[in-house]
Structures are given as C-alpha cells and as structure tokens.
C-alpha cells in the first residue's frame, strides 16, 4: 500500500501565523499586559495605521467583515424601505448585511470573465428600477477574488442617481485600478480581518474606511451601543467591536500586507506560466487593475475530475461559491433578481475552482502545484 500523499490546503492560516510568529506573539503579550481589552489604544493605532496605509481619512474597527458592511449602511441611514443592489456571486456575508439592516437586497449577475457585477445592468436598474421593489439608495460593488469591479461606469451611474456606492474589500486588501487604491473610492468600504484573507486576524475581525468624518463618528457610536459618550446613546445601536488583542496582531501584520500581495502575485504568474498553451485559460486580469489574488480561480467545465486530478496530484483545492446567494436555502424564491436573471452567477457556480494560494506557500510546493496544472 501506497502511503497517501500530503495534500498542500488551498489556504493554510496556521502558516500565516508561524511565518511572523515572533512580532505576533508579542504584539499579544502587549495588548494582554495592558490591563484594557475593547476599544483601546492598540484599536485605535490599528484605525490610523489602516487609513494611512489604504489612503482615507478615517477607519473604523468592528467585529467582522459583515458587521462592517452593517455599519456603513446603518450610518448612511439606508435600512427598512431601502433596495440595496449587489451580487449573487458572493460570499453570503455581502447579502446577509443588506439584510441586517434592513433593506431589501437586490441580486444583479455578473461579468462572467472577471466575475464582478455587470455594470451595464447595475445601470440599467438604477434608470429603470424593477417594479415593487422599494428605492435603491446603495450598490455594494463586490471586488471577488482581489480583483477591482468595473468601478467607473458603477460610480457614473450612482452618482447620476444619487445612490451610494459602498465598496466590499473583504478580498481586496490593497488592490488597485487605475493607480487609486479600492476602498477609497466610493463613500465608504468595509474590510473583513478574517484569518484566511489577505489581511488577517486571527481571530474575528473587521474595519470600514471612508473620507466622510461625520459619516466615520456616526458609525464609530453605532458600533457601541449608539453611545456618544459612556452610558450616553445618542442614537440607536449595536455591539460590534474590535478587541484589543486582535487589533495588536493586526498592527503587527499591516506591515507585511504589501509585500504578501506580491508575493501572491509572483505565485499567480507562475500559475499562468505553467497553464499556458494548455486547455485551461488563466484567470482574466482586468486592464488598470492590479490584483491581489485573495483567490486563483480557474473555470473548469468538468470541475469534479478536475478536483481529483489535482487531489491526486496533491493539490487541494477550493470552490468560492459551490452555491450562489439566490439558490441557498435562506433566500431561494425571496430575495429579488435583476431583470436579466443570474444565469452567468450560475454557471461560474457550477465551474470555479481555486487553487491554493498564500504568501508562505513554499517554492518546493508552487513547483508541484505547477506540475499538475502542466498536466491538465
Ligand atoms: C469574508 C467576506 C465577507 C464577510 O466577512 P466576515 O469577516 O466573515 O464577516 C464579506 N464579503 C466578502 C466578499 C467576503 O469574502
């Protein structure tokens, strides 16, 4: 009997940890030492560190990704009676925001090279709104896989009809188009800090960024309780708050975020080299964009062999989304679709894979990775 062969995992959090070890640990000493563990001095360096790195003028910590979206449409003041328009091809956490507010999702399809939200449709229903449906008064522009959205055309259209544009960053740390960083262009941008992504906690975490100060103050007291001062709540509520010990750990990884990304980029070169001539094509890379490869994600028509071949080859792999939001149990037949219907969200559902993709993985483990898709 063959022993079975070590699989590399399409995302190894634990490596991501053991590679800054040492600073991260004692960033952990240090906030536990302090003797204070919400909303603290490490919270509030990490929010300056953070905008001055994104290039806002504000940052917001929070407990997640989706809190975060959350927040910016509770401080924007979009909630009941309120259509927000954003994809089915998403984590499920953009669409479950909406719906922590309040408003009414709306689920538009998708570009299918790039998978982003198709922008002439996003137009399209912000000129002639599906009928039932209340005001749309926000898009949330979802940059998957570390990839900008269409962003140009989105903007022109929200501006022209006065609705907010709100950028989902979750897998965009640091990716650019056209030279200006994501998350600085619309009027305000949610981060998840969740182990896995770009930039990450370890543990839960998130962070909303934006140039509006009243807008940064507005959702800084809806994060605790509406309070304006202690035991004062000036308006209504929640509880979503950074702790202390991730947001040292945060502080100590902020520095290392850009240098991951190219090395994210380096190991998506070597990706395309390795398919290149083959019968699988590389991912899309959208012109004036700069991608950070949260996720490789090839499109493979026979996605279950594909699996195995690359298994057998010791090769995990992932699939980010096996189910879009439309077709989940939770919002089958309820939540509303754009007039075009989701039909590409639902193919690239059925075809997606990722490869693994992380800053520590080894040369010795991009070779093999590059083997087997030389192989395809
Ligand atoms: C991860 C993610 C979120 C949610 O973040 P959490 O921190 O898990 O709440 C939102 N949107 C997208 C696109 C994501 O990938």
């Not at 399409?10 to 991260?24: F, N, V």
């Not at 984590?91 to 002439?120: K, Q, S």
């Not at 949260?294 to 493979?300: D, G, N």
Request: with cysteine.
């Amino acid at each position: 009997m063959t022993a079975s062969p070590t699989i590399i995992p399409q995302a190894d959090p634990g490596a991501g940890y053991r590679a800054q070890q040492a600073e991260i640990d004692a960033a952990v000493a240090r906030a536990l030492s302090s003797g204070w563990y919400i909303l603290g001095r490490e919270g509030e360096a990490f929010e300056q560190e953070f905008a001055s790195w994104l290039g806002t003028s504000r940052a917001v910590g929070c407990a997640n990704g989706t809190d975060a979206l959350a927040l910016i449409l509770r401080g924007l003041g979009i909630g009941e009676g309120c259509t927000v328009a954003t994809v089915s091809h998403t984590a499920v956490a953009t669409v479950a925001a909406i719906e922590m507010a309040g408003a009414t999702p709306l689920l538009l399809d998708i570009d299918p090279d790039t998978y982003t939200m198709d922008p002439d449709e996003l137009t399209a229903v912000l000129e002639d709104p599906p009928p039932g449906l209340p005001p749309i008064r926000a898009a949330i522009a979802v940059h998957l896989y570390g990839q900008a959205c269409d962003l140009d055309p989105m903007l022109e259209a929200c501006a022209t009809n006065g609705v907010a544009l709100i950028e989902d960053c979750a897998q965009a740390h640091g990716a650019s188009l056209g030279g200006r960083r994501l998350g600085t262009m619309g009027a305000a941008a949610a981060f998840s800090l969740y182990p896995t992504k770009n930039l990450g906690a370890l543990g839960d975490g998130g962070v909303l960024a934006t140039d509006d100060f009243e807008l940064a103050d507005r959702i800084a007291a809806i994060r605790q309780y509406g309070w304006k001062e202690r035991y004062v709540s000036a308006m209504v509520g929640v509880n979503s708050r950074l702790d202390e010990v991730q947001a040292a750990i945060l502080r100590a990884r902020l520095p290392h975020l850009d240098t991951g990304n190219a090395r994210r980029r380096e190991i998506a070169a070597a990706y395309d080299a390795a398919l290149a001539g083959g019968p699988i094509a590389p991912p899309a890379r959208r012109p004036g964009a700069e991608h950070v490869f949260h996720q490789y994600v090839l499109r493979a028509p026979d996605r279950a062999a594909m699996q195995a071949r690359l298994r057998e080859a010791g090769v995990g792999t992932g699939i980010h989304y096996p189910v879009p939001v439309h077709l989940q149990g939770a919002y089958r037949g309820r939540v509303p679709l754009g007039p075009a219907g989701c039909g590409e969200t639902e193919r690239a559902a059925r075809e997606v894979l990722s490869l693994p993709m992380y800053p520590e993985l080894t040369e010795a483990q991009v070779e093999q990775i590059c083997g087997a898709l030389s192989r395809l």
